[in-house]
């Protein structure tokens, strides 16, 4: 009989129940898979219930109800035994040994269930009406399953894979430590972390106790992994056991960078010395992924000896491995100190093979990057990143440092110290490869783990080329580089208004449109000021436009009074290019405006900054941008008269007068009708004029213009207003050597004024407008030159033969001429009728020929061919002295119709009467009456009269007549056979075939 079988058995209930409740409360407590052992808790809890229940009921003393309480007790202290086992453990080794204590719960809960079933079976007429929920409760547990978090998985799962892949890069290492740390509630500081690892490492030890050969392993690779994270390392330990490697290679010469390695480092199946060594039961070692892959194809022998395996466990052998990594480490002590001898010798073509050195140990073992540093390389390649000329000693440096710094954050600070921000900067705007370089060892430098290295961010920032380089980069043609400059920018501007706006003044836009669409009501202000305060050429506004800026500061400009002012500083600003206006009438920008300059409340910078911007939109474009946001155009007539309303104030501000009138100006000469009427309506030339009198002389200027545009439709009261002691003033406006927009408006006020207001036109010559106009006519645009011709008729009205004399003797002739030669087809065609005006005086100016003799001129006067007098340019006008003639010729050889008519006109002159036969001759000469003849196959009817009135007068010559009545007859013929159709022309074409008609006896004559 056993001792279990002597206690009673309502003894052992009672000690069960105690033993269930108080694994239940200790599974409460373990603080790493809190919640696997919390469901376990819960389940023992209720079991509780089931225990007392027993007790109470006197459960039957059978074999069968002993056996299943021994079970589940053996289960409970299984529980109790995995609850102790993991209570005050390492949380790192809790952590990462997750999977297998989750592993464990389950099992043993569905032990224990399995075990309450068993009671129940046994104890069937006692727990009968509790009989369901006992066996929900088995059924529960019976089926539980437990699983790990999923953040601890990942994390597990992360640290599998590193083993697997034998990573060993610092920043591995430092996110790892660190996911880590964070999972179970460990800060990562380095007091925290040694704690935490000299805990795993006595984990490793207990493993090595219990012979637990697989679980040292694992823990001895984990704690190798993590051991190489900045928080874990002891500086003063690696520097220690640094210099013992040095110690143990002084004894080799300065030149030697390889130790041999020693014959059992080498496998004997690779060739290669061994990085995972193993031990075969023969003795000999190999690495371990070789003897795998040997045994697996079939092989049963050692590789090196040929003996047959009798076993092929593989045993690691840690001795040689340790051994192996000592050799490896002298090795990286000889090359470090041989790299840092060809730094320090001063001699360039040394340089590249200390880069090579260092590059190599680092990548054969990152802890080379803290013996590099100890050396103190790091402060001697930066400065060769500053102080080097050579290009590409230069980049090996930055290629060589970011090797160096690759996942170290004491290597980075170090770097940084020493000055390394500012050196990199600089060569981020150097040739390709050495940017390229660059740019990747200052993305490195800026890393710490899986988040950005804030204090070295912040010394970027406040490097002052730094923005500006990385912008340039944007455009390489590496686009590695292009991305990396881009991340970096948009890490520099997130949550940085000021670095934002650096970035917007080298022509990267992307962080201020975004802050202008998303950002903080106080950011959007600060963007919008940042426009206008930058530089922007064409282009610039272009890109704003095409990349966003416009619809937020449209937005912007519905908001408090701050937000207004910036937003419409900054339209006004980009609005220099023609789809930014398309794009402000999209979004409804325009109505805004409208209603921001007419609101009386507005203060006086919103009002002036909408002016401006109504101005940029109607110039040069009219009104075509003048829309609300469905597309749709405004109603011009009340902004007419509004902006008329607004000139009128007394109190207005220049800032808003001078863009209002520009404002005025292209709307009036877009939309001319309608500008008319409501001129007229509002009687706005009498609003605009008092502004000729303002004390600034933009808007004296603006005026003027704007008059000019008013006076072509509604001319009345201006030269009152000019008389009344104001034309010197307006003279003024003439005067300059620029030929200005304002000279050319009051050249063209000048020409639309009446010719009537002869009081005005006598004012102007004596105030000497007319050598004024003459030298526009000089030095003047095209369409300066159009302006003053049309000013000039005003001075040479047929009928005042005086000032007639007066433009010609200021030197107008010679002018006209070279006009007609070189001109606009308007600007010919004014000159012509100019030199019509002259010419149709030369008749009567033209002196008889003196009578006698004229033995005592030094040579006779020549007589005129076509005035038959004594004629010269200034005297008598005349064209042919002027050598105006050809040139009016070749305009009928253009055929256009302006100047073909005034030419006519012109040419009339020299057949007006008493002239017809001496001028048609000079015309015939000319080659001018065919010309005149071809008017009639293709001008208009007023050209065509023109032409037949010079025809009936010319072809009373007879001689000219009988020369061309040939080819006269033809379309005179057609012209007069058609007299119901083309009326008057009709008839005066038959008039003219009359004449021809009239000396037709002699047709073939010569003309003599």
């Not at 040694?194 to 493993?207: G, I, T, Y």
């Not at 052998?317 to 000889?334: A, D, P, T």
């Not at 230069?394 to 290597?411: E, F, M």
């Not at 789809?579 to 919103?606: C, Y």
């Amino acid at each position: 009989m056993t001792l279990l079988e002597l206690i009673p058995i309502g003894t052992i209930l009672a000690l069960l129940t105690d033993q269930v409740l108080e694994t239940a409360a200790a599974a409460r407590d373990v603080l790493i898979e809190k919640e696997s052992f919390k469901a376990l808790s819960k389940y023992l809890y209720d079991i509780d219930p089931v225990l007392k229940q027993l007790q109470l009921r006197e459960l039957n003393d059978t074999q069968a109800a002993r056996k299943a309480l021994e079970f589940l007790k053996d289960d409970v202290k299984k529980a109790k035994d995995i609850v102790d086992k993991y209570k005050n453990r390492a949380r790192f080794y809790l952590l990462v040994r997750c999977r297998n204590i989750v592993a464990e719960i389950q099992d043993v809960t569905r032990d224990i269930g399995r075990s309450l079933a068993a009671l129940s079976l046994a104890s069937t007429e006692v727990l009968s009406d509790i009989s369901e929920r006992v066996n929900r409760l088995h059924g529960e547990m019976q089926k539980a399953e437990f699983e790990a978090s999923q953040a601890q998985l990942r994390i597990v799962e992360k640290l599998d894979q590193g083993l697997c892949e034998r990573k060993s890069d610092q920043s591995f290492a430092n996110n790892m430590l660190e996911e880590i740390a964070r999972a179970v509630g460990v800060p990562v500081e380095p007091s925290e972390i040694h704690e935490e690892l000299a805990s795993l490492k006595k984990e490793k030890e207990v493993a090595a106790a219990r012979k637990e050969r697989a679980e040292e392993i694992f823990l001895e690779q984990v704690i190798e992994l993590l051991s190489r994270a900045d928080a874990a390392i002891d500086q003063e330990e690696i520097e220690q056991h640094y210099r013992r490697r040095v110690q143990s290679i002084e004894n080799y010469a300065t030149q030697d960078v390889h130790i041999p390695p020693l014959k059992p480092f080498v496998c004997p199946i690779t060739g290669k010395v061994m990085v995972d060594p193993v031990s075969l039961c023969t003795g000999t070692a190999c690495e371990r992924t070789a003897i795998k892959d040997w045994l697996e194809s079939g092989q049963t022998t050692d590789p090196d000896t040929g003996h047959v395996l009798e076993d092929v466990t593989l045993r690691s052998n840690i001795g040689l491995r340790q051994s192996i990594e000592e050799w490896r480490e002298l090795n990286y002590c000889l090359k470090i100190r041989s790299a840092k001898g060809k730094l320090q010798s001063g001699n360039y073509s040394l340089f590249a093979d200390a880069f090579d050195l260092l590059q190599e140990v680092i990548h054969e073992n990152p802890i080379s990057k803290d013996w590099i540093a100890i050396e103190g390389l790091i402060d001697t390649i930066v400065l060769m990143v500053r102080s080097s000329h050579n290009k590409d000693l230069k980049r090996q440096a930055l290629v060589t440092l970011t090797a160096i710094i690759g996942g170290h954050s004491r290597n980075k600070n170090r770097v940084v110290e020493a000055g390394g921000v500012d050196h990199i900067v600089v060569c981020l705007g150097r040739g390709s490869e050495i940017s390229k370089a660059a740019i990747k060892l200052l993305f490195e430098l800026l890393q710490d783990g899986s988040k950005w290295k804030e204090s070295t961010c912040r010394k970027l920032k406040q490097q002052d080329t730094a923005i500006f380089f990385l912008v340039m980069l944007l455009d390489s043609t590496d686009i590695e580089s292009a991305e990396k400059a881009e991340i970096i920018l948009s890490k520099l501007c997130d949550d940085d208004d000021n670095a934002i706006s650096r970035a917007a003044g080298c022509n990267w836009y992307k962080p201020l449109i975004d802050r202008l669409c998303h950002g903080p009501e106080p950011s959007r202000m600060s963007m919008a000021r940042s426009l206008v305060d930058m530089e922007l050429i064409d282009q610039n506004i272009k890109v704003l436009g095409e990349e966003g800026a416009i619809p937020p500061l449209v937005d912007m400009a519905s908001g408090n009074l701050e937000s207004k002012v910036w937003a419409f500083s900054a339209l006004a600003k980009l609005l220099s290019c023609r789809d930014n206006k398309r794009l402000v009438a999209a979004a409804g920008g325009v109505p805004l405006v409208i209603e921001h300059i007419f609101s009386s409340p507005a203060p006086t910078i919103i009002a002036a900054k909408c002016s401006e911007i109504l101005e940029r939109l109607s110039s040069d474009d009219g009104i075509e941008f003048l829309l609300d946001a469905n597309g749709t155009r405004l109603e011009l007539g009340p902004i007419i008269t509004n902006l008329m309303a607004i000139l009128q104030k007394s109190n207005s501000s220049p800032t808003i007068r001078k863009p209002v009138l520009r404002s005025l100006l292209s709307i009036c000469k877009s939309e001319e009708m309608l500008a008319e009427k409501t001129v007229a309506a509002t009687n706005g030339v009498f609003l605009v004029l008092p502004l000729l009198d303002d004390p600034d002389q933009e808007i004296r200027g603006l005026a003027l213009k704007l008059i000019y545009h008013f006076s072509q439709h509604e001319p009345d009261g201006i030269a009152d207003f000019l008389l009344d002691s104001r034309l010197e003033a307006f003279v003024g406006f003439l005067e300059g050597d620029t030929c200005s927009d304002v000279q050319v408006a009051a050249a063209g006020l000048i020409a639309y004024l009446p010719k009537s207001e002869v009081a005005l036109t006598n004012s102007l010559s004596e105030l000497n407008v007319i050598p004024i106009l003459l030298n526009m006519l000089r030095i003047g645009t095209a369409e300066a030159k159009e302006t003053v011709l049309g000013a000039l008729f005003r001075f040479t009205d047929p009928s005042n033969i005086k000032m007639q004399q007066l433009v010609v003797n200021l030197g107008a002739y010679p002018l006209l001429v070279s006009i007609l030669m070189s001109g606009t087809t308007t600007a010919k065609a004014r000159a012509a009728a100019l030199i019509g005006n002259l010419s149709s005086n030369s008749s009567r100016l033209a002196a008889a020929p003196v009578s006698g003799c004229w033995c005592f001129w030094a040579s006779p006067p020549a007589v005129c061919e076509v005035h038959g007098g004594i004629c010269n340019v200034t005297s008598t006008f005349c064209l042919l002295k002027a050598n105006a003639l050809p040139w009016l010729v070749n305009l009928l050889r253009e055929r256009q119709d302006d100047t073909t008519y005034e030419t006519l006109q012109a040419l009339g002159t020299l057949v007006q009467d008493g002239l017809s036969h001496r001028g048609a001759k000079i015309l015939h000469q000319a080659g001018a009456i065919d010309l005149v003849l071809d008017v009639l196959s293709w001008g208009s009817v007023a050209l065509k009269e023109a032409a037949l009135i010079i025809l009936e007068k010319v072809f009373q010559a007879r001689e000219v007549s009988d020369y061309y009545c040939t080819v006269a007859r033809i379309p005179l013929i057609s012209l007069s056979t058609r007299s119901s159709e083309n009326g008057d022309l009709g008839r005066l074409a038959a008039r003219v075939l009359a004449e021809i008609e009239r000396h037709s006896k002699s047709c073939s004559m010569p003309l003599i």
